[in-house]
């Protein structure tokens, strides 16, 4: 079995007797542990492991959000709910971390609404002045091919990130 | 409370180690805990059930089936323990100076402030 960093404890649930002469350098190895512990928690809480669909899911989200209105409405709107609905069940599933709420939590958030509305906005911009035009249809493809790439890329960095924050 | 300050329910680094990882969120799954210190779940129900004893953390469950989770949140009570925990460690890295022959002449010893570990 591996080990957890907790050296031998035979009986943990047996109280150990309390040293009245703890060295300095088991002090700091206690704040050390919980400093540590609560990086890692703080990571997890605000950068949770996410699969690289969501990427999928989300440009499909944007781009049914751009494109509602121009084409059949109905399957715009299935698109949008479905990949809304599943990303959602899948962190109620998963989470295991809840933040505080912290003015960094709140800043975070704001700039993930504000980069999620411009390529929205970006979206919307190109779906009306080319939804006429011939081969429309291959642009829109490609434009959501090169959201869902760009949005797999940035998950899978910030993965990367958060795992090499915790191995740490 | 021992003479050091030090509370005897968090000297166990499991179970310190448990504080830290509850303190620094709202609430923590079970299994986050369990996966993060590598401790069976045996092991970590017997950390938590003393830490809950001492009425330092509180447990919810949610879900039914395979959905099923256990929250683990810190109390008032545990996260003023912890603070007094981590500033009683603090001092023994760093004891307060000797009281100069005129305090110990009577006068009273300036008060020094207590270095507190960086949130996080």
Known sequence: ?????????????????QSPTQTADEARRSLDLLKTTRHATEIEGALPLTPLWYGAALATTIAASGLYGHFEHWLWLVATITAIAVMSMHYVRTVKVHPRRSRRSVTTN????????????????????????????????????????????????????????LAR | ????????????????ATMGIVSAARRVDFSFIRDQLKLSDSDLSKQLKALGDAGYIETTKTGRGPTRKTWVLIT??????????????????????????????????TPRPIPRPAAG
Do not use: Y
Not at chain 1, 138 to 152: P, S
Not at chain 2, 7 to 15: I, T
């Open chain 2, 76 to 109: 008032e009570r545990g996260a003023a323990a912890l603070d007094a925990h981590a500033d009683a460690l603090q001092r023994l890295i760093n004891p307060e100076p000797a009281p100069e022959p005129s305090a110990a002449a009577g006068a009273p010893p």
């Open chain 1, 110 to 165: 704001l700039i993930v609404f504000f980069i999620c509305w411009m390529v929205l906005a970006a979206w919307g911009v190109f779906t009306s002045t080319r939804a006429d035009e011939p081969g429309f249809a291959t642009l829109a493809f490609g434009a959501w091919l090169a959201t869902t790439l760009a949005l797999v890329g940035a998950i899978a960095l910030m993965n990367r990130w958060h795992q090499h924050s």
């Open chain 2, 1 to 16: 409370m021992t003479l050091d300050g030090l509370d005897p329910s968090l000297s166990q680094p499991k179970r310190l």
């Open chain 1, 1 to 17: 079995m591996e080990s957890n960093g907790f050296g031998a404890e035979p009986d943990a649930g047996r109280e150990t007797p």
